[in-house]
Nanobody, 122 residues
Framework: QVQLVESGGGLVQAGGSLKLSCAAS????????MGWFRQAPGEDRKFVAG????????SYVDSVEGRFTISRDNAKNTAYLQMNSLKPEDTAVYYC???????????????WGQGTQVTVSS
């Protein structure tokens, strides 16, 4: 059974930084793409960033491109989301996700973490 446990959320002022971590267990970590999604109050959960199983390929939603960096350490079974230059509109619950295979194909998430709150004050 796959388990994804996020950590690193919190309250930060606009312009600040946070680094989220997602510790995975249950299957061979490097065989699966990972992603980060977020859900703001009253909105649907949305894709933020994805990384392939090898870590060579990444993708970002336009609104975070250049500010956020997704990475992974396959030796530690952990994915990360480094968030810089945070804005109030980045406030949301952030979820770690594991995909069905090596690449992050839309609508193929098979496991979710419990979520971690990120709040950016103006």
């Amino acid at each position: 059974q796959v388990q994804l446990v996020e950590s690193g959320g919190g309250l930060v002022q606009a312009g600040g930084s946070l680094k989220l971590s997602c510790a995975a267990s249950g299957r061979t970590f490097s065989n699966y793409a990972m992603g980060w999604f977020r859900q703001a109050p009253g909105e649907d959960r949305k894709f933020v960033a994805g990384i392939s199983g090898s870590g060579r390929d990444t993708s970002y939603v336009d609104s975070v491109e250049g500010r956020f960096t997704i990475s992974r350490d396959n030796a530690k079974n952990t994915a990360y989301l480094q968030m810089n230059s945070l804005k109030p509109e980045d406030t949301a619950v952030y979820y770690c996700a594991q995909y069905a295979g090596l690449v992050y194909i839309r609508n193929t998430v098979t496991s979710w973490g419990q979520g971690t709150q990120v709040t950016v004050s103006s």
